[in-house]
């Protein structure tokens, strides 16, 4: 009788042992799941992305045809916020909104004079104090209004101007820019994506309504005339504020 009852409280404490292994690796599951979560690194090219304003990554936009949305995204987060109220010309956001370290530079993007501020500068090394990212601003019946934002992938791409278009990239992407109806439009994006093995991947679009007309010729020769095109291009030199 005594060793009967032995063997049933034996068998009890058994399975209380087992349920609380189980429980233990099952939160031991979800920390690690977790902790996943919170490091995932998101990148497209050799940018990475932050997450919106609901905490969702931006991941769909890196391997599908939208990738100019996750571009237009990473220059929202990067070129300065600056707010221009109270400002009835560009001298006067120059002189009263920036601060020490930004920069700034009058550019004409096809025929529209406009005013791009940078979030800070460096030494190009041929003659230009040149930036990577740029918040833009136009005039509109009299008053500045900002038109919208770019921004580069590093400092080997520094923003400038060919033939009138803006001009961005990073190592695996680049893009050119109109302003139309006050706003900056990208109207021609190029990407390029390897895989594993090292093979590459190219893709490349335009807004036609707003091409110089050319015909449209093979993803990878379209993408890199846009590089020598950005290579051609004139290097935006900024005035670098004190």
């Known amino acids: 009788m005594k060793n009967s009852v032995i063997q049933k409280l034996f068998a009890s404490s058994l399975i209380i042992i087992l349920v609380l292994i189980v429980v233990a690796c099952g939160n031991s599951s979800n920390d690690k799941q977790d902790d ?6 998101v990148t497209f090219g050799d940018i990475e992305f932050p997450e919106n304003d609901e905490g969702t990554i931006i991941a ?6 939208d990738s100019e949305a996750a571009i237009i995204n990473y220059a929202k987060e990067n070129a300065p916020a600056i707010d221009i ?4 010309t560009f001298t006067q956001i120059v002189d009263e909104k920036l601060t020490a370290g930004m920069g700034y530079a009058n550019i004409n993007i096809e025929g529209v004079d406009a005013l791009i501020v940078c979030s800070s500068t460096y030494d190009n090394l041929d003659g230009n104090m ?3 990212d740029g918040t833009i601003f136009i005039y509109k019946d009299g008053v500045p209004l900002e038109a919208g ?12 101007i060919k033939d009138g278009k803006l001009m961005s990239a990073s190592n695996h992407w680049i893009a050119k820019y109109m302003i139309v109806d ?16 090292g093979n590459s991947s190219y893709n ?17 020769d379209m993408v890199n005339k846009m590089f020598d095109d950005m290579g051609e291009g004139e290097v935006i030199g900024f005035d670098v504020i004190k």
Do not use: W
């Open 130 to 132: 040149a930036a990577i």
């Open 182 to 197: 006050d706003r900056v439009l990208m109207i021609e994006h190029g990407a390029v994506e390897y895989d594993s093995a």
């Open 36 to 41: 996943y979560e919170d490091d995932v690194d």
């Open 60 to 65: 769909d936009a890196l391997e599908e045809e």
């Open 204 to 220: 490349y679009d335009r807004i036609d309504n707003y091409s110089d007309g050319s015909e449209i010729g093979e993803p990878e």
């Open 85 to 88: 109220e109270g400002c009835d």
């Open 149 to 160: 934002k770019v921004c580069s992938g590093g400092t080997a791409y520094p923003l400038a």
